[in-house]
T-cell receptor, first 111, second 115 residues
């Protein structure tokens, strides 16, 4: 089946630092999504991207839909302790279609 | 508004036992999904449903069964539990159409341990 390669696997950063993570695929996706999962809870959608080249922000989070439609990037600026969690990318082939998830990036923030 | 609720939160099963994981949503969503999450592996789709009475296999359906008799409920059945089914199970729902993507809302998960 399709696979998404998400990197890095984990990050341990100092509070206030910026964070970057990315996701690549061997297949083209029409929609890229970024989710965050807090410990003991289900994933929550952070940002959805619908068009190649699109750059979208949600507060301190910025995500981009790669121009080739095979990759996406998530940046978090000025990290804070509540940013701790697992960040997942997900791709969707078409409208109403199923999602394919990356393996996740574990983010730890040192205050 | 409870969103997506799942029961139980945690369960230990012996090999060969059966159980049903319950999922209910109160958002009148037409689509519902079951995922499993293994450590370091992301979420994999087990089964999904596009409406009451309609279900379809996802990426990893073997060993599971589902039914969708109502819009609100989407139970996942394990008939003969195996250690490979030890995982965290998430139910999700969305209001999906043919013309756009709608957010999938996830439940809090059920942690299952098969010994």
């Amino acid at each position: 089946g399709q696979q998404l390669n998400q990197s890095p696997q984990s990050m341990f950063i100092q509070e206030g630092e910026d964070v970057s993570m990315n996701c690549t695929s061997s297949s083209i996706f029409n929609t890229w999504l970024w989710y965050k999962q807090d410990p003991g809870e289900g994933p929550v959608l952070l940002i959805a991207l619908y068009k190649a080249g699109e750059l979208t922000s949600n507060g301190r989070l910025t995500a981009q839909f790669g121009i080739t439609r095979k990759d996406s990037f998530l940046n978090i600026s000025a990290s804070i302790p509540s940013d701790v969690g697992i960040y997942f990318c997900a791709g969707q082939l078409g409208y109403g279609n199923k999602l394919v998830f990356g393996a996740g990036t574990i983010l730890r923030v040192k205050s | 508004n409870a969103g997506v609720t799942q029961t139980p939160k945690f369960r230990i099963l012996k090999i060969g036992q059966s159980m049903t994981l319950q999922c209910t949503q109160d958002m009148n969503h037409n689509y519902m999904y079951w995922y499993r999450q293994d450590p370091g592996m992301g979420l994999k789709l087990i089964y999904y449903s596009v409406g009451a009475g309609i279900t379809d296999k996802g990426e990893v359906p073997n060993g599971y069964n589902v039914s969708r008799s109502t819009t609100e409920d989407f139970p996942l059945r394990l008939e003969l539990a195996a250690p490979s089914q030890t995982s965290v199970y998430f139910c999700a729902s969305s209001f999906s159409t043919r013309v756009g993507f709608e957010t999938q809302y996830f439940g809090p998960g059920t942690r299952l341990l098969v010994l």
